[in-house]
C-alpha cells in the first residue's frame, strides 16, 4: 500500500471531516444562507445534511472498493476537538 498512501489518507480525512459535518448538523448546528445581498436568510440545515450523509456513504465505499483490508478501520477521532 506503500504507493497508495496519500490517497487512503485523503479519504479517510474527508470522511472524519464530514462525519463530523453531519454529527454537528444532527445535534442542532443549523445553516442559513442568503441567495444574494439584502435577501432574507433561508435555512438549508436538512438539504446540507442529506448532501453530507450521502457523501460520507460514498467516500465509505470508495474506501472499501479501494482498501478493502482497512475499510472498516475505525475513523474516530474526530478531526477537531470540542470546545
Do not use: W
Amino acid at each position: 500500500m506503500a504507493g497508495h498512501d496519500d490517497r487512503y489518507i485523503e479519504i479517510t480525512t474527508r470522511l472524519r471531516s464530514v462525519r463530523s459535518f453531519c454529527d454537528f448538523l444532527s445535534q442542532g448546528g443549523t445553516v442559513r444562507v442568503a441567495l444574494s445581498e439584502g435577501e432574507p436568510y433561508k435555512d438549508v440545515t436538512a438539504a446540507l445534511l442529506e448532501r453530507n450523509r450521502r457523501e460520507a456513504e460514498a467516500l465509505a465505499r470508495t474506501r472499501r472498493y479501494l482498501y478493502p483490508e482497512l475499510a472498516d478501520e475505525e475513523v474516530a477521532p474526530p478531526l477537531y476537538s470540542h470546545h
